[in-house]
């Protein structure tokens, strides 16, 4: 059974610093990899999809990586905002299944 | 822009009672799905339905039923609520069951009581 950890739980930064979110997943075999942002009493909103044979992809101030064979990716949000403040997903699907991390909730300061 | 559908966006059940969540999806995807949404658990997949005419069950579908309608609406329906089933509720679509991004809908909360 995939099972798909986010540390830290909760995360709180002045603006302007970057932010590194971390998502780890124990079955390798995976078809790609999904960022969600999710606000509060919102549905979840994609931000970037890996592919397996990806090692990475960008958007704007965003970055995700991927290490399929550790089993690890991070989500980088450069120069952050406080509009960056958000709960950040991950998602991986192993064939029609995608499992969830529990998410990490970023708090950017002003 | 409408994309992923979902109707009510709150409802409050007495335990018992039955109820039917709906969701559409505009983007001529084949894939639906439905999670829930519980604090400290993260989103689990009720059931899912690849293509148009199947329904497959997720990781926890026992108390649900689900119907695929046509290739735009996917229904789920809980027959008589349990106060366990309080949550937030989401439905999804992606253009298949591969490797395409999933579109989520703005949930529904459902309370039972």
């Known amino acids: 059974k995939q099972e798909v950890t986010q540390i830290p739980a909760a995360l709180s930064v002045p603006e302007g610093e970057n932010l590194v979110l971390n998502c780890s997943f124990t079955?390798?075999?995976?078809?790609?990899l999904q960022w969600f942002r999710q606000d509060p009493g919102k549905g979840l909103t994609s931000l970037l999809l890996?592919?397996?044979?990806?090692r990475e992809q960008t958007s704007g101030r965003l970055n995700a990586s991927l290490d399929k064979s550790s089993g690890r990716s991070t989500l980088y949000i450069a120069a952050s905002q406080p509009g960056d403040s958000a709960t950040y997903l991950c998602?991986?699907?192993?064939?029609?299944?995608?499992?969830f991390g529990a998410g990490t909730t970023v708090t950017v300061r002003a | 822009n409408a994309g992923v559908t979902q109707t009510p966006k709150f409802q409050v059940l007495k335990t018992g009672q039955s109820m039917t969540l709906q969701c559409a999806q505009d983007?001529?995807?084949?894939?639906m799905y439905w999670y829930r949404q519980d604090p400290g658990m993260g989103l689990r997949l009720i059931y899912y339905?690849?293509?148009?005419?199947?329904?497959d069950k997720g990781e926890v579908p026992n108390g649900y039923n689900v119907s695929r309608l046509n290739k735009r609406e996917f229904s789920l329906r809980l027959e008589s609520a349990a106060p366990s089933q309080t949550s937030v509720y989401f439905c999804?679509?992606?253009?298949?069951?591969?490797?395409?991004?999933?579109?989520f809908g703005e949930g529904s909360w459902l309370t039972v009581v």
């Open positions: 890996i592919q397996s044979s990806q």
């Open positions: 079955d390798s075999a995976i078809y790609n």
């Open positions: 998602a991986v699907r192993n064939d029609y299944k995608l499992s």
């Open positions: 983007m001529n995807h084949n894939s």
């Open positions: 999804a679509s992606s253009l298949d069951m591969a490797g395409n991004t999933i579109y």
């Open positions: 339905s690849a293509s148009e005419g199947t329904t």
